[in-house]
């Protein structure tokens, strides 16, 4: 059973930047790969960005390639994205999530994923 932490959200200025962290403990964390979702307001949850076991595979949704960076430090069993340029429509609760996946591989699909952090607010005012 992995538990999932995030952390780093918060409010801020259109055109800025944030850093979320998602901390994990319970499990082997280099045999998950790693996502984040998010949930706009009266939306359903959306994939943003995925992350394979080593690293070294990313994947981007359209609307924030570019803009955003998935990445993960296996040594801190923790996973970050890296958000810049934010605009208001990126306001949304933010979800890390774990995937028992093999090697190599990494998925868009909610279903795909195991287990769910608690989330964590992003606001980003025009």
């Known amino acids: 059973q992995v538990q999932l932490v995030e952390s780093g959200g918060g409010l801020v200025q259109a055109g800025g930047s944030l850093r979320l962290s998602c901390a994990a403990s319970?499990?082997?964390?280099?045999?998950?790969?790693m996502g984040w979702f998010r949930q706009r307001p009266g939306k359903e949850r959306e994939f943003v960005a995925g992350?394979?076991?080593?690293?070294?595979?990313?994947i981007y949704a359209d609307f924030v390639k570019g803009r955003f960076a998935i990445s993960r430090d296996n040594a801190k069993n923790t996973v970050y994205l890296q958000m810049n340029s934010l605009k208001p429509e990126d306001t949304a609760v933010y979800y890390c999530?774990?995937?028992?996946?093999?090697?190599?591989?990494?998925?868009?699909?909610?279903?795909?994923?195991?287990?769910w952090g608690q989330g964590t607010q992003v606001t980003a005012s025009s």
């Open positions: 992350i394979s076991r080593s690293g070294g595979r990313t």
């Open positions: 999530a774990a995937d028992l996946a093999i090697a190599g591989i990494v998925s868009s699909s909610i279903r795909a994923y195991d287990y």
């Open positions: 319970g499990g082997t964390f280099s045999s998950y790969a």
